[in-house]
């Protein structure tokens, strides 16, 4: 079954076409990529640069001089001389778009309208069509739990429809080869490689596997790039359901979520709480817009906002 991408509504069920992702460039038209910069004022203790605009290509590097950014300190240079020197860029007339969109095995799973899989799809696919509107180039990566998509940068319509179809190629049942499974990090650092000084680099992932590694990249694309965290969750992962016993499945194995005791109860939410306030704490140390993104919400609503309104344990 795929997701029903009707103009005007978003997308729904298991799965997602090529087609449904297409149908989305319509409910694209009022979104801003300046979504990021509102999302960041909400952050807590959050940096107050502005954001580039658009990409910046190195042209030269030169002798350090006060006042100079520190982040640009061309340190390969600096090493051969012995002298600081700085890195000097031009301004691209295209800024790159670059979407990192985890497919992993834990975001095949929704209890409201569309599985997780499908809601990070879908705000991928408005982010690229928002993106070659504005002129921008686009570019992702794409994890699947054993594959990987890696598209550089491209402009137009072109650009678009090969992020979408790497999209729909990854947005399927996962396989059952744990040990080929792809971690966050990974595509992190494959990022690192991809994108480019002022780069918008927007990562849509339910951050399950934001470990130590996958944190130092996040800082590391940070320091040189704007950055938009497209946190995607379900309500059952925040609130227990009705007490009882229910069988639950990952399509391979079983196994009872009981919710009958006001204690199990208490202690679903506790964990739930600890996860989400370690993920807003490192984004927030990191200066990294989030953007929460619940199964059920107007993706493209949401989106258009700059900051869907916040899930509460």
Known sequence: MTGSGRA???????????????????????????????????????????????????????????????????????????????????????????????????????????????????????????????????????????????????????????VLRALAALCHRPDEDEEQRIRLSESLVRARHVARPGSLIVVISDFYDLDEEAVGSLSRLRQHNDMLACWIHDRLEIEPPPPGRYTVSDGWQTATLDSVGAHARQRYRESFRAEHERLRATLGRLAIAWLPIATGDDVAEALRRGAAPEARP
């Open 8 to 162: 005007g509504a978003g997308l729904r069920g298991v799965d997602v076409g090529v087609d449904d992702l297409i149908g989305l460039r319509f409910r694209a038209q009022r979104l801003e990529l300046s979504v990021a910069r509102r999302a960041r004022r909400s952050l807590v203790g959050a940096h107050g640069s502005r954001f580039r605009g658009r990409g910046m290509e190195f042209a030269e590097s030169r002798i350090y001089q006060p006042g100079d950014d520190v982040r640009s300190i061309d340190w390969r240079v600096t090493a051969r001389t012995g002298r600081p020197h700085t890195k000097l860029f031009q301004e691209e007339r295209e800024r790159p778009v670059i979407l990192v969109v985890d497919l992993g095995a834990s975001m095949f799973f929704g209890t409201r309208t569309a599985y997780k899989s499908v809601v990070a799809a879908e705000a991928a696919a408005l982010v690229a069509w928002a993106a070659m509107r504005g002129g921008d180039r686009v570019g992702a990566l794409v994890a699947g739990r054993s594959a990987h998509m890696e598209l550089e940068p491209q402009s137009g319509r072109r650009g678009v429809l090969r």
